[in-house]
């Protein structure tokens, strides 16, 4: 049994890094029809920012706000300048976060110099509960996970400009027709997916050595659990993240650790050869 609890609360922690990152991907996805390939790096700058904050002997709460927001202004800054560009070539767009994303992270690596970095638990130790201990950092990446599934549900539908958002991804002649600026729900669109990249870097960076490459680990799993959920839905790649973080965190208690990412990749490959249009159809909430 205490193995059991164990097995369900690493399964549910490491679900809930996967939930952050691909709300984000989800969001852009959903939104401006193309894939941010450049989104693991956007991960990768929310995670540099809480290092700089350890760096310079600030408080890490204030990197935990600030790698959001920072992340948020340079999603902003690349749409504004760059990916708005492509809107009508899904594929170079692409192509182009995909160049972004490079440059990013060459540029990171060389500021880290190659080295891997260690940053502190902003909450380290752990919680005794029933005679098993619990890291008290996962249960707050949980907790946050939790929070802001539930703040960015609540825009989407008890809001103005959330209707604006849905709106505009189910018909976006019909909201422009109406007088609704598209381009500038794009922006903010970008922004908020960058933002929530920027988030979960912060938050999972204490739990992994930051290098230059901690954000492609997750990119491949964030845009499967895209492709299971479904396109153009905000509950779908939830879903879709709960079933590949499961699978990737489940899998090596089952098989030997070297097969369990083959083994995810096969099986989420598999649920989209035989329901391509993922769990959940287009236009479902």
């Given at each position: 049994?205490?193995?059991?609890v ?41 995670a ?73 638990e902003?909450?380290?130790g ?9 890291s ?14 539930g ?5 989407l ?44 870097g ?47 965190s489940?899998?090596?208690w089952?098989?030997?650790?070297v ?14 050869k ?12």
């Amino acid at each position: 049994m205490d193995n059991a609890v164990r097995l369900a609360f690493d399964l549910l922690g490491f679900t809930s890094v996967i939930v952050l990152i691909v709300l984000g991907l989800g969001v852009i996805a959903s939104m401006m029809g193309i894939f941010n390939f450049a989104h693991g790096e956007f991960v990768l700058l929310g995670a540099y920012t809480l290092y700089l904050f350890q760096e310079f002997g600030l408080p890490l709460w204030t990197g935990l706000i600030a790698a959001p927001i920072v992340v948020a202004l340079v999603g902003l800054v690349l749409e504004r300048l760059i990916i708005r560009r492509f809107y009508s070539a899904p594929i170079i767009a692409m192509l182009g976060t995909f160049a972004i994303g490079l440059v990013i992270r060459e540029v990171v690596r060389g500021l880290l110099g190659g080295h891997y970095k260690s940053i502190e638990e902003p909450l380290a130790g752990a919680v005794t509960l029933g005679g098993l201990e619990f890291s008290i950092w996962r249960s707050v990446i949980i907790v946050t996970t939790l929070v802001v599934i539930g703040a960015s549900w609540a825009f989407l539908t008890r809001t103005s400009m959330g209707l604006r958002i849905r709106g505009s991804l189910e018909n976006p002649m019909l909201a422009r027709a109406c007088g609704i600026s598209t381009t500038r729900l794009y922006a903010l669109t970008f922004a908020f997916g960058s933002a929530l990249a920027g988030l979960a870097g912060a938050l999972i960076v204490p739990l992994y050595q930051l290098s230059a490459d901690i954000g492609i680990r997750f990119l491949v799993q964030a845009f499967l659990s895209v492709m299971l959920g479904g396109v153009g839905t905000f509950v779908g790649p939830v879903l879709g993240a709960s079933v590949v973080g499961g699978m990737a965190s489940g899998l090596p208690w089952i098989v030997p650790p070297v097969f369990a990412d083959p083994f995810v990749f096969l099986i989420a490959l598999a649920i989209v050869k035989f329901r391509p249009q993922g769990f959940i159809a287009q236009g479902k909430l």
